[in-house]
């Protein structure tokens, strides 16, 4: 699934989500007036590993490797070693988890709607809820939800924001998503899929 990003009333990047033996996401953000957001970000679950790359055009760079079994934490691997947290710890991990990339395949899904779940990358721990769809009397359903980190430190260059309003939109004649969006101090973001 391709996915073109806007924001800040332009394009700022895209999105590629494959599925296949493993979960893949490819992602590049280069529009927005964030030298710490902008840069590509690569991640892959295969069976019970999840490795994700991230570079910013500032020069920051992070690597995260993490072994699951039955979506509990039983390694965690982040590079630089100044990018841990109290939580980079399985022991500090109340599991069942979900990988980011595992996360984001469940937004673009109608199913995913009325359930909650807990995201961990590495770094934190963040509560996703999704309420039961609504139709909005048009031509698509909507499923309203959040992003609320639990434990563990914000993200740059925001690290005081700890939630995040999510919109996700289906049309009526189709179970996968049409548009995510995000709004973060009043700075609506939305990846529409192609």
Avoid at 8 to 23: E, K
Avoid at 132 to 137: E, V, Y
Avoid at 169 to 181: G, M, Y
Wanted: charged share 25%; proline share 5%; with cysteine.
């Amino acid at each position: 699934m391709y996915f073109s990003l806007v924001g800040f009333g332009r394009s700022i990047g895209f999105i590629n989500l494959a599925v296949g033996q493993a979960i893949s996401l490819q992602l590049e953000i280069n529009g927005t007036p964030f030298d710490q957001i902008n840069g590509t970000f690569w991640a892959e679950r295969h069976e019970e590993v999840y490795y994700a790359e991230r570079r910013a055009l500032d020069g920051n760079y992070r690597s995260v490797s993490i072994r699951f079994s039955d979506d509990i934490v039983q390694e965690v691997s982040i590079e630089p070693i100044e990018d841990r947290t109290d939580y980079s710890v399985p022991k500090e991990v109340a599991g069942p988890v979900l990988s980011p990339i595992e996360v984001l395949l469940l937004f673009t899904r109608l199913e995913s709607c009325g359930n909650k779940f807990t995201l961990y990358d590495g770094r934190r721990m963040v509560d996703i809820s999704l309420e039961k769809i609504q139709n909005n009397g048009s031509s698509e359903r909507v499923c309203m939800g959040s992003y609320d980190i639990r434990r563990g430190p914000g993200h740059a260059p925001f690290p005081f924001i700890r939630s995040i309003p999510v919109t996700l939109h289906f049309p009526i004649n189709s179970d996968l998503a049409s548009r995510l969006d995000l709004k973060l101090l009043g700075i609506g973001v939305s990846a529409i899929r192609n």
